[in-house]
C-alpha cells in the first residue's frame, strides 16, 4: 500500500489539450497531450510562448512614465 502512495503523490491528474480526457503524467513533467493523443501531435508546429515586455528603468519615475504610455495604447480600445 505504500509503494502505491508513493506512486500516486508522484503523479499529477492533467487532461488532454486535444481530446479533453483526463490522464496521470509525472509529477515533473510537461506533457500536455495523453498517451493516445501525444503521437498523433507530434508532428504539429511545437506552441510558442507568449513573448513578454521587458523593460529596464533606473527610478520609479521612469516607471510612472513607462506605465502612462502603455495605458494610452492599452486603453483605446479592443483588438478585435
Do not use: H
Request: charged content about 30%; proline content about 5%.
Amino acid at each position: 500500500m505504500d509503494s502505491l502512495n508513493e506512486f500516486l503523490v508522484a503523479m499529477e491528474l492533467k487532461y488532454c489539450e486535444r481530446c479533453g480526457g483526463l490522464w496521470l503524467r509525472p509529477r515533473k513533467e510537461c506533457g500536455i497531450y495523453c498517451p493516445e493523443c501525444e503521437p498523433q501531435m507530434a508532428d504539429m508546429p511545437k506552441q510558442r510562448r507568449k513573448r513578454a515586455l521587458v523593460v529596464a528603468v533606473e527610478s520609479v519615475d521612469e516607471i510612472e512614465t513607462c506605465l502612462a504610455e502603455l495605458a494610452g495604447v492599452c486603453a483605446e480600445g479592443g483588438n478585435a
